[in-house]
C-alpha cells in the first residue's frame, strides 16, 4: 500500500506505518471509490497537498482545518487556502482582517495561502477529502485518525513549532500535543458564526513570530 500512495519523501519516511494499517486501506478503497462516481475535492493530485508544499523537516507552525471547502474550485489540498481567481471564502476573510489588524498587512488579493506553506506552515486538514456541496461527508471514514498520526508525529519529533487551534474541533485533535515542547495558540473559529467571540484579536500571527524568533527561527511573512 504504501508504494501507492504519493506523497512528499520526508513524510512518507515517517508515516509509511500508517499507509499499511487496515483502517488506511479501507479509507483510500472508500475514497478510490468516491472519485469514480461522484465529485469530490479536492482534486485526486491535491489530496496530500500539505505535505507536499511543506515537507517535514521544513515544518514551524501547524494550522489545523476541518473538512476541505465543498464548492467549485476552491479546495487545494491546504487548509482555509483557496485558489488563485477564486472568490475568497468568509472564514479567509477573517483570518486575513486580523492579520490586518495584528501585524498592519492589507489582504491579499489571492487566498492562495502556498505561500505560507513554503516557509514552513503546515495547512492541515482534519480530514483530506469531501463530496462536493456536502460538508462533512468524508468525516468518521478515517482521514481523522491518519491525521491524528501526522500531529503526533510532528508533536513527538520536533521542537519548537507553533499549533494553531481555532475552535473548538481543532483544540479537541490538538489535546495530543506535548505543551512542554511546542506552542499551542487556541481561540474561536474564524468563521462569520464565531470570529466576534474570540478570534479577532486573538493575535496569533505576531504571537507565532514572537515565539519563533525567541527560539532562534525565522518568522512567517504572513
Same mark, same amino acid.
Given at each position: 500500500?504504501?508504494? @501507492?500512495?504519493?506523497?512528499? &519523501?520526508?513524510?512518507? /519516511?515517517?508515516?509509511?506505518? #500508517?499507509?499499511?494499517? &487496515? %483502517?488506511?486501506?479501507?479509507l483510500i478503497q472508500f475514497v478510490k471509490e468516491q472519485y469514480k462516481t461522484r465529485v469530490i475535492y479536492p482534486?485526486?493530485?491535491?489530496?496530500?497537498?500539505?505535505?507536499?508544499?511543506?515537507?517535514?523537516?521544513?515544518?514551524?507552525?501547524?494550522?489545523?482545518?476541518?473538512?476541505? %471547502?465543498?464548492g467549485p474550485g476552491q479546495a487545494n489540498g491546504l487548509c482555509f487556502s483557496v485558489n488563485d481567481g477564486i472568490?475568497?471564502?468568509?472564514?479567509?476573510?477573517?483570518?486575513?482582517?486580523?492579520? +490586518?489588524?495584528? *501585524?498592519?498587512?492589507?489582504?491579499?488579493?489571492?487566498?492562495?495561502? +502556498?505561500?505560507?506553506?513554503?516557509?514552513?506552515? *503546515?495547512?492541515?486538514? =482534519?480530514?483530506? &477529502?469531501?463530496? =462536493?456541496?456536502?460538508?462533512?461527508?468524508?468525516?468518521?471514514?478515517?482521514? #481523522?485518525?491518519?491525521?491524528? =498520526?501526522?500531529?503526533?508525529?510532528?508533536? @513527538? +519529533?520536533?521542537? /519548537?513549532?507553533?499549533?494553531?487551534?481555532?475552535?473548538?474541533?481543532?483544540?479537541?485533535?490538538? +489535546?495530543i500535543i506535548d505543551r512542554e515542547k511546542h506552542l499551542v495558540l487556541k481561540s474561536a473559529h474564524p468563521s462569520?458564526?464565531?470570529?466576534?467571540?474570540?478570534?479577532?484579536?486573538?493575535? /496569533?500571527?505576531?504571537?507565532?513570530?514572537?515565539?519563533?524568533?525567541?527560539?532562534?527561527?525565522?518568522?512567517?511573512?504572513?
Amino acid at each position: 500500500m504504501s508504494e @501507492d500512495i504519493k506523497i512528499e &519523501t520526508s513524510w512518507k /519516511h515517517r508515516i509509511q506505518d #500508517e499507509f499499511n494499517k &487496515t %483502517y488506511f486501506k479501507n479509507l483510500i478503497q472508500f475514497v478510490k471509490e468516491q472519485y469514480k462516481t461522484r465529485v469530490i475535492y479536492p482534486a485526486g493530485k491535491n489530496i496530500f497537498k500539505a505535505f507536499d508544499a511543506c515537507p517535514f523537516d521544513a515544518v514551524e507552525v501547524v494550522i489545523i482545518g476541518q473538512d476541505p %471547502y465543498h464548492g467549485p474550485g476552491q479546495a487545494n489540498g491546504l487548509c482555509f487556502s483557496v485558489n488563485d481567481g477564486i472568490v475568497q471564502p468568509p472564514s479567509l476573510k477573517n483570518i486575513f482582517k486580523e492579520i +490586518e489588524s495584528d *501585524l498592519g498587512k492589507s489582504a491579499p488579493v489571492s487566498g492562495n495561502l +502556498e505561500r505560507w506553506a513554503n516557509q514552513g506552515v *503546515l495547512l492541515l486538514n =482534519a480530514t483530506l &477529502t469531501v463530496e =462536493a456541496n456536502t460538508p462533512g461527508s468524508h468525516q468518521k471514514k478515517g482521514w #481523522e485518525t491518519f491525521t491524528d =498520526a501526522v500531529i503526533k508525529k510532528v508533536s @513527538d +519529533e520536533k521542537e /519548537h513549532v507553533v499549533f494553531i487551534l481555532w475552535g473548538a474541533y481543532a483544540q479537541k485533535k490538538g +489535546e495530543i500535543i506535548d505543551r512542554e515542547k511546542h506552542l499551542v495558540l487556541k481561540s474561536a473559529h474564524p468563521s462569520p458564526f464565531s470570529a466576534y467571540n474570540g478570534f479577532f484579536g486573538n493575535k /496569533h500571527f505576531s504571537k507565532t513570530n514572537a515565539y519563533l524568533k525567541s527560539v532562534g527561527k525565522k518568522e512567517i511573512d504572513w
